[in-house]
């Protein structure tokens, strides 16, 4: 977390937000970045249309991806490390001087004694009910030791959940269907609700809109027209089923998606709704436009 001197040549393993958010944090200090992702794609966990143009936005950057690879070794040597990686049936052995390994995240909860209590585990994280309670009584857990999404944000709600069912109130149960996921590199990427692809798998008829930073005269004024906003609604019913961003302060923008799914708002309200100008949040207004062939600015 604090190198002494920026690695000329950086290998990370892993191509979920960690991984993505240190590789665009030393890309853009200068170091050569390799990315090694085991699965065929990167970010698994978004959109895979928003994912593409991750992918696409990093290499342009002249980040290197090595997708549907494994790392089968890494050698200590005088000048770094030597890495074995594995590809398509071929092995080679590349030279870094750092490795980062951004996989294989779990609950922090060893050396806590909770098998002597009994405590439930679930992939080694404290199961939990949607207010904190664990199997044991008067026992209750939040954060990092219990199930993902890791997020700071969602332990801090989880928080406020749990204290107030302990005092006996009636707190509103955590959904995290409506929790945002932020990832803090270059562009930004932002998601909430499902994906398309899970939005399908569910059995949905769905709509789908976008709109892209090119044609958002504010993402023009800031020279940032690199970027796209998507949305998912249902086409029955006109709920917003899921958001996923990708461009300049899109870690911004999806609060506004976040309080319309937290309010079941419909596609309807949110044609209605004025969006002021010149802002980036009129891409929002516009990217629902579409999913409705209604887009103005395209």
């Known amino acids: 977390m ?51 143009l991750a992918q696409k936005s990093f290499e342009k950057r002249s980040v290197n991806f090595m997708t549907s690879a494994e790392l089968q070794s890494v050698v200590p040597t005088k000048k770094g490390v030597d890495a074995t990686i594995s590809k398509d049936g071929a092995s080679q052995t590349l030279s870094f001087d750092k490795v980062i390994l951004a996989i294989g995240v779990v609950a922090n909860t060893e050396g806590m004694g909770l098998e002597d209590l009994g405590v439930e585990l679930e992939k080694g994280a404290i199961k939990t009910d949607s207010y904190g309670a664990t199997n044991i009584p008067g026992l209750y857990a939040i954060g990092d030791v219990t199930a993902p999404p890791w997020l ?61 930073f090119q044609g958002n005269g504010k993402a023009l004024a800031m020279g940032e027209t690199e970027g796209l906003v998507k949305v998912v609604f249902c086409d029955e019913t006109g709920e917003l089923l899921g958001a996923h961003l990708i461009g300049a302060e899109v870690t911004e923008l999806i609060q506004g998606f976040a309080t319309a799914i937290g309010l079941e708002t419909t596609e309807e309200e949110l044609m209605q709704t004025v969006f002021p100008h010149p802002t980036l949040s009129e891409m929002m207004h516009e990217s629902v436009l579409d999913a409705y062939d209604k887009v103005l600015h395209l």
């Open 2 to 52: 604090v190198p002494e001197t920026l690695p000329k040549k950086l290998l990370v393993v892993g191509s979920g937000a960690i991984g993505l958010e240190f590789a665009s944090f030393y890309n853009g200090l200068g170091s050569d970045v390799t990315v090694v992702e085991v699965m065929d794609r990167i970010l698994l966990q978004e959109d895979a249309e928003i994912a593409a």
């Open 152 to 212: 700071a944000h969602k332990a801090s709600h989880e928080a406020v959940i749990c204290v107030e069912a302990i005092a006996g109130l009636s707190p509103h149960a955590l959904d995290k269907n409506k929790i945002p996921a932020c990832t803090y590199c270059t562009p930004q990427i932002a998601s909430i609700g499902l994906t398309e692809e899970k939005a399908l798998a569910k059995g949905h008829e769905i709509r789908v809109g976008r709109f892209p």
